[in-house]
């Protein structure tokens, strides 16, 4: 390892005479009238790492010639968690819990696309269930919904307007509701499994999301009514943080800013999985390739994702009482979750059978939980469609019961890159903009 | 599972002789994943290899695009692509670090290959294998719908690999977290920073002899280690 390493980013202003002015909140006239004195034209601005709008802890280094960003760097790191290494000291199962925490507005698309790695990893990607394929899809649309409604929320509240936030929350939360019905949690479901899902779906959950749907799309509704005709809104966004179909490909971007440029590109279409070439929708896209363009792909995407919920209802009533994790017994997990009056945890048949009944049993049960399934030596990339954009795995396995190494990556890290393109020669107040229709997560971004 | 796989067995592993044999990938003591039982297989030592290189022809549209690229290069192809592997249904080309920069322009622009995005660099890290450490792309090619992978290896003492920044702009921040998580040193990257780790840190923590770190953990009176101090079932 040579010691000349690379450093990490020199000082942001080369010049050492360069005035600096430190904010710490109700200062800001003394350091106005300090600038002013020193008539500086360009100044460097620090935003972040804690600034509300960074949908985590983003640094921004603004350099601004008044209201003008000159250049525009974005810091990470802040979030950084070492989710990926302490995988590798985790069985292929547990790591379902970690990555499940990497974008945690989006949790269930990482543990999809971790165990379609998996699955593949050891050929058993056909062997997965029908209904643990539409449980998974139903799960990955809400998902999904709830994801983008954080980004259209959050991105309204950035620019003052507090009630698509809160409406936009309404309607999340419904989202969460489905999936705490099924799989007893809110987010970081840890509800996707290598070989199915963690549990069947409870009876009455499709009663239950068919009575859901119109509330929702009720509020989508209300949120598109708030916004995309309201004239301020439109002039905060419309022509903002432009990126064309060039800028895209140069930066790697997928997902709702790419196909806001123009490119009908959706993994769920390209490379379907979990059988989503069986489901009927659409990927909506546009040419204006603007802020404006992304926050109405953002909600049509919600209603597509809406329309694929309603078809996976008909199909778990078609499959009722059908399996949700692979038959073999090497790998499937071997208990059902249920809940018990004292919280969810696993079957009480399951756990009468293993204490009292069987001992090969308690054998097995307690060699899959502790010990974890092997995995085949060799590496597999696996891709999905995430909220964000594509959302890849990298996995690699020494044929041992964890991973050797699991690599995501991110749509939100990817696209991130964009910041500098999306802002530089705008104003400062479209920075925010440009943030909040990147839509990551630092949780994400930073893993 | 396909019944022909034991996942319990030692078949997991192709035998040598199979194929040639390309990464180590660990060197596995023992035989229940834990040393210091009574059962006297702690002496047995296994290398475990990653899936050898493959035989054309190679399938599905891997023989196309492995040709394209063969002939773009020339007299440089036998040079450049060390191996080509297809394990799972994917395709990983081998690439020698010096012809890295040009595979990857033919696969950009050719019309044929057009992988128009490098969807990152993954780093790995193979302690036992003669150059430890690989930088693994993953290319995407949305007008032929495929992806493929580049495995470039380069050694611990030597750790240089070109960067693709210049034809892949997209790879700037992924290529600064490879350096930050593994001390791989993309040449012509133009700000090779740390990303996720502080500046000024010492070290690459995703290397395998980097540890997790943690602390034990007293639970009802007992003791329990921090995560890679606990008995390793591997």
């Not at chain 1, 002015?21 to 034209?41: K, M, P, V």
């Not at chain 2, 990983?92 to 290959?113: F, K, Y």
Request: contains cysteine; negative net charge; aromatic residues 8%.
């Amino acid at each position: 390892m040579t010691q000349t390493a690379p450093q990490a980013t020199g000082a942001f202003v080369d010049d050492p005479d360069a005035p600096e002015y430190s904010a710490y909140g109700g200062d800001w006239s003394e350091i106005a009238e300090e600038a002013e004195r020193l008539a500086q034209q360009r100044i460097v601005v620090n935003m972040g790492p804690q600034h509300p709008s960074t949908h985590g802890v983003l640094r921004v280094m603004l350099e601004l010639e008044g209201e003008i960003v000159k250049e525009a760097r974005a810091g990470i790191g802040y979030l950084h968690t070492g989710i990926e290494k302490n995988m590798e000291y985790r069985t292929w199962t547990q790591g379902v819990t970690f990555c499940s925490r990497m974008d945690y507005v989006a949790s269930m698309a990482q543990e999809a696309v971790y165990c379609m790695g998996i699955e593949k990893l050891l050929g058993i990607t056909d062997d997965v269930p029908e209904r643990a394929n539409i449980l998974r899809v139903l799960m990955l649309e809400l998902t999904r919904i709830g994801s983008h409604l954080v980004a259209v929320g959050t991105g309204g509240n950035e620019m003052g307007a507090t009630t698509v936030m809160t409406t936009a929350f309404i309607a999340r939360e419904d989202t969460f509701r489905i999936a705490e019905m099924i799989s007893g949690l809110r987010t970081n479901n840890a509800y996707i499994r290598p070989g199915g899902v963690a549990q069947d779906a409870p009876e009455g959950t499709v009663a239950y999301i068919r009575e859901l749907i119109p509330q929702i799309k009720q509020k989508l509704d209300e949120l598109a009514d708030l916004q995309l005709e309201n004239p301020i809104f439109k002039g905060r966004l419309k022509g903002v943080a432009n990126l064309d179909l060039a800028g895209c490909m140069a930066l790697g971007i997928t997902g709702p800013i790419l196909r806001s440029a123009g490119l009908p590109y959706d993994v769920r279409k390209a490379e379907p999985y979990f059988g989503y070439e069986t489901y009927d929708f659409q990927v909506p896209t546009s040419t204006d390739g603007d802020a404006y363009s992304r926050v109405v792909l953002r909600m049509e995407e919600c209603y597509e994702s809406l329309k694929i919920v309603a078809q996976c209802c008909d199909r778990l009533e078609a499959t009722e009482g059908q399996p949700v994790m692979v038959a073999d017994k090497k790998i499937a997990w071997p208990a059902q979750l249920s809940v018990g009056s004292d919280g969810q945890g696993n079957s009480l048949d399951h756990i009468r059978h293993i204490m009292g009944e069987s001992m090969e049993s308690l054998i097995h049960h307690f060699k899959l939980v502790t010990e974890g399934f092997k995995v085949p030596a060799g590496q597999v990339y696996a891709a999905t469609e995430g909220p964000k954009g594509l959302l890849g795995v990298h996995l690699v396995s020494d044929g041992g019961t964890k991973p050797w190494r699991a690599h995501f990556r991110d749509p939100g890290f990817n696209n991130l890159q964009a910041l500098s393109i999306l802002t530089e020669g705008g104003q400062v107040a479209d920075v925010v903009v440009a943030i909040a229709t990147i839509d990551m997560v630092l949780g994400g971004v930073d893993r | 599972m396909s019944e022909s796989q034991d996942l319990t067995g030692a078949e997991d592993t192709p035998q040598p002789g199979d194929r040639e044999q390309i990464t180590l990938i660990n060197v596995r003591q023992g035989s229940f994943g834990a040393l210091g039982d009574t059962s006297g297989f702690d002496g047995l030592v296994t290398p475990v290899m990653m899936p050898g290189a493959s035989e054309r022809p190679y399938g599905e549209w891997f023989d196309g695009v492995v040709d394209v690229l063969e002939e773009l290069l020339g007299d440089d192809a036998a040079a450049a692509i060390e191996h080509v592997v297809v394990d799972r249904g994917e395709l990983t080309l081998h690439i020698a670090r010096e012809h890295l920069l040009a595979v990857a322009r033919h696969l950009r622009d050719d019309q044929d290959l057009r992988f128009e995005m490098c969807l990152g660099v993954s780093g790995v890290h193979y302690p036992a294998d003669e150059r430890p450490l690989h930088a693994v792309y993953p290319m995407q090619s949305i007008t032929h719908n495929r992806r493929l992978r580049l495995e470039v290896a380069v050694t611990d003492a030597d750790p240089h690999v070109p960067s693709l920044t210049g034809i892949y702009p997209m790879n700037n921040w992924h290529e600064r977290e490879t350096w930050d998580f593994f001390g791989i040193v993309f040449d012509g990257h133009p700000s090779l920073a740390r990303i996720e780790m502080p500046d000024d840190w010492v070290g690459h923590p995703q290397r395998k002899d980097y540890p997790l770190g943690g602390i034990p953990v007293e639970y009802k009176g007992a003791e329990i280690p921090s995560p890679d101090n606990r008995r390793q079932y591997r």
